[in-house]
């Protein structure tokens, strides 16, 4: 009789442990999308395209994908996806889901325009059927005119949550703000802060005002924040806040995000916004020099692991709140989630351009013009010094000979791009912020192991050595358009630019020392 008690006991444990096991194996990120509709604004940007990818390949039982898409001049809508998805960022997602496009649907409209430019019979479908909206379209140009960043950014924000509080079935919402929206403090916690002027009335001032007038007055509307983009995704947090209540919204504030860790290809990029464009740069011989504090801490974090933290905080918004949103009580505040590397996986400036150096000089670009050599400094008189002798110079003697020879000059037009896009940067490479994030840590915390590692976006697990190879891999192929194949001819190039190099700064020295003695004779007599 023990003995049968015994053994049914063992049966009984036996049996809850497979059943636990089971529910250990269930992703709940993906039964929370199984057969939803989804909304994504911005799936034509950087993390647009991987939160496609990652939703579509991770969740396949989603129904349905709308992307809200604005049209461009001379170019249909659908030509501009197709050409999209024959990136090979889709190449194991047409692997694992090879129909995936069917799943996608398009929603014709402009995030910039009143009432979103979204046609009746569009917004009817989008009302009656999405249970999840991703907000992530915004312009990101840092020098973008204040009434062009105000009406996508700002009153897009509004038109967004407008849109979100008609939908009858919306389970959560996710506004893709940045950890920057506050940047002239010190410490940012996860919560939200004051605009210097409130959403509504920056929109109605851009509405009613001249361009000219406008352009004029935006450094004082700015005050402390370094530029329109900025300023403008504070004034949206501003908007998120007054027009969230009562439904189920989230905050997601990312870093300065950079090329994918893991997947669906490690070091994929499509753009050369900041860190990349250093990077690029130098690694063309182009940029030699930056104005940025080598000890402070650069908050780069991965895109893949963004897009991950994003779907994650959909996830923890819906199952936080009641299943109709209209009866959850309307002052409880969005939560924020500071997504930042600072806390748990720093690396300051210098080490994270020095360990890109080291890998981009064991796979030299085929691409370069001139020898490597790169400076970072916090210093603005040996910056300028440094731009004068390797940028200026140059490209004054190369343009000249280009004019001779009956060509374009080019050089100086180029140096003016990367003298304002430094100082764009300059502005986050001399700082440092405090972040607190918590929110963020406790959300990682609430996923099972199942999405922990399907869904990975615990940055204290990043090894940065390993992420700049793949990253300076990822630069060289998918930005560079230079193949693996081709780094035994890259290194020939690299030898003899370097060759080069020193003989063009032999002949300057010598130049100047022949100048040195010279003055020196005339002041003897």
């Known amino acids: ?108 409209g402009d995030v910039g325009q009143i009432g979103l430019g979204i046609g009746e019979e569009d917004r009817t479908t989008i009302t009656k059927e999405v249970d999840f909206i991703f907000h992530g379209a915004a312009t990101v140009r840092f020098d973008e005119a204040l009434k062009t960043a105000v009406e996508i950014n700002v009153r897009g924000t509004r038109e967004m949550l407008h849109l979100a509080r008609s939908c009858t079935k919306l389970r959560a919402y996710v506004h893709i703000s940045t950890a920057y929206s506050n940047c002239p403090l010190k410490e940012i916690d996860e919560k939200f802060y004051d605009a210097l002027l409130a959403g509504d009335k920056l929109i109605d001032l851009v509405e009613n005002m001249d361009v000219k007038t406008l352009d004029s007055i935006t450094p004082g509307l700015l005050g402390e924040f370094p530029n329109t983009y900025a300023y403008t995704k504070s004034a949206a947090e501003d908007i998120v806040q007054k027009y969230s209540k009562g439904l189920p919204v989230a905050v997601f504030r990312p870093s300065i995000v950079i090329g994918t860790a893991r997947e669906p290809l490690q070091g994929w990029i499509d753009n050369v916004y900041g860190p990349t464009g250093v990077v690029v740069g130098a690694a063309v011989g182009l940029m030699h020099a930056l104005l940025g504090n080598p000890k402070a801490i650069a908050d780069l974090v991965p895109g893949d692991m963004v897009v991950n933290g994003c779907i994650a905080a959909a996830w923890k918004t819906a199952k936080d709140y009641p299943g109709n949103y209209e009866e959850a009580p309307v002052d409880q505040l969005p939560t924020i989630y500071n997504y930042v590397s600072s806390e748990q996986a720093p690396i300051s400036w210098n080490h994270f351009m020095k360990s890109n150096e080291m890998h981009g000089l064991r796979m030299p670009a085929n691409a370069a013009i001139w020898s490597y050599l790169f400076f970072l400094t916090p210093s603005k008189f040996l910056y300028k010094l440094y731009c004068f002798f390797l940028h200026w110079v140059p490209a004054y003697i190369v343009d000249a000979v280009l004019v001779l020879i009956g060509k374009k000059p080019m050089l100086r037009k180029a140096y003016k791009k990367i003298e304002k896009f430094s100082g764009v940067l300059g502005y986050f490479a001399l700082r440092e912020w405090k972040f607190h994030n918590k929110n963020t840590i406790k959300l990682h915390q609430e996923l099972c192991e199942t999405d922990k590692d399907l869904f990975h976006f615990d940055l204290s697990t990043l090894d940065w050595d390993e992420y700049c190879r793949a990253y300076v891999k990822g630069v060289r192929i998918h930005l560079l358009k230079d193949p693996l194949d081709t780094i035994p001819q890259g290194r020939r190039k690299q030898f003899r630019l370097k060759l080069l190099h020193y003989f063009f700064i032999s002949v300057i020295c010598f130049a100047l020392i022949k100048l040195f003695i010279f003055l020196i004779r005339m002041l003897l007599g």
């Open 1 to 108: 009789m023990v003995l049968i008690e015994q053994t049914d006991l063992r049966a009984g444990e036996l049996i809850y442990g497979d059943m636990m096991e089971d529910k250990y194996k269930e992703s709940q990120i993906q039964k929370l999308f199984s057969g939803a509709s989804v909304l994504l604004t911005g799936g034509t940007g950087f993390l647009g395209k991987l939160l496609v990818e990652k939703l579509l390949r991770s969740c396949p039982d989603i129904k349905k994908l709308y992307l809200l898409t604005r049209p461009k001049k001379n170019k249909e809508i659908i030509k501009r996806l197709q050409e999209q998805f024959d990136d090979p960022l889709y190449d194991k997602l047409r692997k694992v889901l090879p129909d995936f496009i069917e799943k996608i649907g398009i929603i014709e």
